[in-house]
């Protein structure tokens, strides 16, 4: 019975260990503030808004339907860099110019970054990519570390 039990263990660890780590990261991303964290989580929101296998392959992670923890590596890493790219090319929300009246005074529009804003983006990239790393790097050790 030890060794059924042993071999079932075994068998499910890769299955379990998939969808615990996707669980923990995005709680990880979408549970906490910060500049580098809201990046992450409006890129998340943008990557899955290109459908296909941009929602199919995160969908079937969590379902349980593809339990591959490199296939889980490739599409969280794939959203960090998804992120930095959007931080470049998509407009961005910012505060409108105050008004007199109070009714508008939290009003945001969009706007492109400009090439003066390259310099702050590309550090911030840097601390998203860095965050990713944090973020996935000790839990992807923890889960897999037995193997």
Same mark, same amino acid.
């Given at each position: 019975? &030890? !060794?059924?039990?042993?071999?079932?263990?075994?068998?499910? &660890?890769? $299955?379990? #260990? %998939?969808?615990?780590?996707?669980?923990? #990261? $995005?709680? !990880?991303?979408?549970?906490? !503030?910060?500049?580098?964290? %809201? @990046?992450?989580? +409006?890129?998340?929101? &943008?990557?899955?808004?290109?459908?296909?296998?941009?929602?199919?392959?995160? /969908?079937? =992670?969590?379902?349980?339907?593809?339990?591959?923890?490199? =296939?889980?590596?490739?599409?969280?890493?794939?959203?960090?860099?998804?992120?930095?790219?959007?931080?470049? @090319?998509?407009?961005?929300?910012?505060?409108?110019?105050?008004? %007199? +009246?109070?009714?508008?005074?939290?009003?945001?529009?969009?706007?492109?970054?400009?090439?003066? +804003?390259?310099?702050? $983006?590309?550090?911030?990239?840097?601390? /998203? =990519?860095? %965050?990713?790393?944090?973020?996935?790097?000790?839990?992807?050790?923890?889960?897999?570390?037995?193997?």
């Amino acid at each position: 019975m &030890k !060794d059924v039990l042993n071999k079932w263990w075994w068998e499910r &660890k890769g $299955l379990a #260990a %998939t969808i615990n780590i996707m669980s923990i #990261a $995005l709680y !990880d991303v979408f549970g906490a !503030d910060g500049e580098c964290l %809201t @990046v992450f989580q +409006d890129g998340c929101f &943008k990557y899955f808004e290109r459908g296909g296998e941009s929602v199919r392959g995160p /969908v079937s =992670l969590l379902s349980g339907i593809a339990p591959s923890t490199s =296939l889980l590596a490739y599409h969280f890493f794939y959203v960090a860099f998804y992120s930095i790219w959007a931080l470049f @090319v998509h407009p961005r929300r910012i505060h409108a110019p105050l008004r %007199t +009246d109070e009714k508008h005074s939290d009003m945001y529009i969009a706007q492109m970054p400009s090439i003066l +804003d390259f310099p702050r $983006l590309f550090w911030l990239s840097c601390r /998203v =990519l860095w %965050t990713a790393c944090v973020i996935f790097g000790p839990l992807l050790w923890t889960e897999i570390r037995w193997w």
